[in-house]
């Protein structure tokens, strides 16, 4: 810490001094290197994105407790940043949206699979409950008829979950395929 890093430019044979911090993302440390003539906000947001893939204008970058809010070509030394600092980002990386509302419809699934999943121990431990006799005799016709009512609505709901999974697979086989004949287009 504190002493500045020695960068080669391997295309013009020169080496420059850099400014390094160190950048904690999502349980990663990264040391992020930014050329002395370049030390920007834009120019850290620049490096951040290569390293971590989160877009500039996704980025929350923390200093000291703060967010960074100067940004543009407002220089990092001025903010009060020195050799070895430490920053947290913060941001999600960029995903396509059709790629986002898949991933919303299979969180929802398997969401709604958790829940039939649950249901379903429920009726395993009532059925457990009879075969082991914990219920009257009279009682035990009326439960079975409810039992299985509520398995077939869990049948229901599975297979509701299979025709959307079959949905989303094929709507991704479709893309791929108008993107094959698109190609095939321009070719």
């Not at 120019?43 to 996704?58: A, D, F, N």
């Amino acid at each position: 810490q504190g002493q500045k890093v020695v960068m080669a430019d391997t295309t013009t044979n020169k080496t420059h001094t850099a400014f390094a911090v160190q950048v904690s993302y999502g349980g990663t440390k990264l040391q992020v290197e930014i050329p002395d003539d370049d030390f920007t906000v834009d120019s850290l947001k620049s490096r951040l994105c290569e390293l971590t893939g989160v877009p500039p204008e996704s980025q929350k970058v923390i200093f000291k407790g703060s967010t960074l809010q100067r940004r543009g070509s407002s220089s990092l030394s001025e903010l009060g940043m020195k050799q070895g600092s430490k920053l947290i980002l913060l941001g999600r990386k960029h995903t396509d949206p059709e790629v986002e509302l898949v991933q919303k419809e299979v969180k929802e699934m398997l969401s709604l699979i958790d829940g039939v999943e649950e249901k379903m121990r429920s009726i395993l431990t009532e059925v457990e409950g009879i075969e082991k006799g914990f219920m009257q005799r009279g009682l035990v016709r009326d439960a079975c008829r409810q039992l299985h009512k509520r398995c077939l609505a869990c049948t229901e709901w599975l297979m509701q979950s299979l025709e959307k999974m079959d949905a989303i697979a094929l709507m991704t086989k479709v893309d791929k395929f108008i993107e094959r004949i698109e190609s095939c287009r321009t070719a």
